[in-house]
């Protein structure tokens, strides 16, 4: 899939000016980046346009500002980045214009500069070709590598590919090789799990999911949804009623498709939403009316890993339990550690995203197993929905 892209390999870098387009948005308590891991995954781009006398003009948004504000500056963020990467990160505090032209004017060759937050111009999300034009000026050539932004039109992770020649860095390269031997060109049979709270934010993943996969595991609250659904009481779980007849539609479309859905057949039930409250295993007939079903049971756990076994690839967003609190976590981290177990005997392809389910597979203590973990959040389930990516499309030879 690489193949269809340039990257690196296709452009000499030395003396040049490269606009590199990266993920900075990192989450950041009292000033401090709190997991570094977008920061970690940029690195060797960086690191290799530098090392070949390339000159690193860093772009890259922070938050969601309306209009410049201390609080989204991406300064911090430069400085946690010299630190991992172990090289000087100058900055200047706007990303066009005069301050952004003379920061990139007294560069030489393999300096690394970071511009200032890319949206505190409005133009930037409205892709505005003169804002376009403006950034255009200070780079001979475009590298994006965030592909967890390549979900959004803007200047920076779009309109700059029609601008300056366009290459993916290596993050994005390996993000687009990892992500097509998991869904366009698997090894089959593929298997999905897809987790989380609601239905309501994956009706458009699940519909695609059906008709591209061998089995599809449902967990986590939208589970109960589908359950309902089947007539089955769910107590006072999470469920979302009005979706019943979406949830038998995807199940109508699975069917049609020849892809498997497999829902949980038990369920851990407490009556409070609280960690290490009492709670109890029960057959999916036996759901008190008073309980909430706050991870999947013991059986559900051995179907999903047999499941697991079953399958050559396996693509996962979302923790199918209560994964924050315990004793709510078992359901995803047995599945998660079978996975892994798995993927390290060679006998699975293992790939994940989505926000939550990065933070489930940390806890799970598994994360370095898997075959690939893409950091993206809203970019992974747009493509796991089969959408197009702005910033990945304008990308193509
Ligand atoms: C992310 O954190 O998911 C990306 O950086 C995109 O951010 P956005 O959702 O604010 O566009
Ligand atoms: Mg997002």
């Given at each position: 899939?690489?193949?269809?892209?340039?990257?690196?390999?296709?452009?000499?870098?030395?003396?040049?000016?490269?606009?590199?387009r990266?993920?900075?948005?990192?989450?950041?308590?009292?000033?401090?980046?709190?997991?570094?891991?977008?920061?970690?995954?940029?690195?060797?781009?960086?690191?290799?346009?530098?090392?070949?006398?390339?000159?690193?003009?860093?772009?890259?948004?922070?938050?969601?500002?309306?209009?410049?504000?201390?609080?989204?500056?991406?300064?911090?963020?430069?400085?946690?980045l010299?630190?991992?990467?172990?090289?000087?990160?100058?900055?200047?505090?706007?990303?066009?214009?005069?301050?952004?032209?003379?920061?990139?004017?007294?560069?030489?060759?393999?300096?690394?500069?970071?511009?200032?937050?890319?949206?505190?111009?409005?133009?930037?999300?409205?892709?505005?070709?003169?804002?376009?034009?403006?950034?255009?000026?200070?780079?001979?050539?475009?590298?994006n590598?965030?592909?967890?932004?390549?979900?959004?039109?803007?200047?920076?992770?779009?309109?700059?590919?029609?601008?300056?020649?366009?290459?993916?860095?290596?993050?994005?390269?390996?993000?687009?090789?990892?992500?097509?031997?998991?869904?366009?060109?698997?090894?089959k049979?593929?298997?999905?799990?897809?987790?989380?709270?609601?239905?309501?934010?994956?009706?458009?993943?699940?519909?695609n999911?059906?008709?591209?996969?061998?089995?599809?595991?449902?967990?986590?609250?939208?589970?109960?949804?589908?359950?309902?659904?089947?007539?089955?009481?769910?107590?006072?779980?999470l469920?979302?009623?009005?979706?019943?007849?979406t949830?038998?539609?995807i199940?109508?479309?699975?069917?049609?498709?020849?892809?498997?859905?497999?829902?949980?057949?038990d369920?851990?039930?407490?009556?409070?939403?609280?960690?290490?409250?009492?709670?109890?295993?029960?057959?999916?007939?036996?759901?008190?009316?008073?309980?909430?079903?706050?991870?999947?049971?013991?059986?559900?756990?051995?179907?999903?890993?047999?499941?697991?076994?079953?399958?050559a690839?396996?693509?996962?967003?979302?923790?199918?339990?209560?994964?924050?609190?315990?004793?709510?976590?078992?359901?995803?981290?047995?599945?998660?550690?079978?996975?892994?177990?798995?993927?390290?005997?060679?006998?699975?392809?293992?790939?994940?995203?989505?926000?939550?389910?990065?933070?489930?597979?940390?806890?799970?203590?598994?994360?370095?197993?898997?075959s690939?973990?893409?950091?993206?959040?809203?970019?992974?389930?747009?493509?796991?929905e089969?959408?197009?990516?702005?910033?990945?499309?304008?990308?193509?030879?």
């Open positions: 899939m690489t193949n269809s892209f340039r990257t690196l390999d296709d452009v000499d870098v030395k003396g040049k000016r490269v606009l590199v990266v993920d900075l948005n990192v989450p950041m308590d009292d000033g401090k980046v709190t997991d570094a891991t977008r920061l970690e995954r940029i690195a060797p781009t960086i690191t290799e346009i530098s090392d070949k006398g390339g000159k690193v003009i860093l772009l890259a948004h922070f938050g969601r500002p309306k209009g410049r504000d201390d609080k989204n500056s991406l300064k911090p963020v430069a400085a946690a010299a630190d991992g990467i172990k090289k000087p990160v100058a900055f200047a505090d706007d990303c066009v214009g005069d301050v952004a032209a003379k920061a990139v004017g007294a560069m030489k060759d393999g300096d690394i500069l970071c511009l200032e937050n890319t949206r505190f111009h409005s133009a930037e999300e409205k892709n505005d070709p003169a804002f376009v034009a403006e950034l255009a000026k200070l780079g001979d050539i475009w590298v590598d965030a592909f967890s932004a390549a979900h959004r039109a803007h200047a920076s992770t779009e309109g700059l590919g029609h601008k300056l020649p366009a290459y993916a860095g290596r993050t994005m390269q390996a993000e687009l090789d990892a992500l097509g031997k998991a869904l366009d060109a698997p090894t049979p593929v298997i999905a799990i897809v987790g989380g709270a609601k239905v309501s934010s994956k009706i458009d993943l699940l519909e999911l059906v008709t591209k996969v061998d089995a599809l595991v449902i967990g986590g609250g939208m589970a109960n949804t589908f359950l309902h659904a089947q007539g089955v009481k769910v107590g006072k779980s469920c979302e009623k009005d979706l019943a007849a949830a038998l539609r199940i109508d479309k699975a069917e049609a498709s020849g892809c498997a859905i497999i829902l949980p057949v369920a851990i039930v407490a009556f409070h939403f609280a960690a290490n409250t009492p709670s109890h295993a029960y057959g999916l007939d036996a759901i008190p009316d008073e309980g909430m079903i706050l991870d999947v049971g013991p059986q559900s756990i051995e179907r999903i890993n047999s499941a697991i076994d079953d399958a690839t396996l693509v996962w967003n979302g923790p199918v339990g209560a994964f924050e609190m315990t004793p709510f976590d078992r359901g995803t981290v047995s599945g998660a550690k079978h996975a892994a177990a798995r993927t390290k005997a060679k006998k699975l392809i293992s790939v994940a995203g989505g926000g939550d389910t990065v933070a489930a597979l940390n806890h799970a203590g598994v994360a370095d197993d898997f690939y973990i893409s950091t993206a959040g809203g970019a992974f389930l747009e493509w796991m089969g959408k197009p990516l702005p910033g990945v499309e304008v990308l193509k030879k």
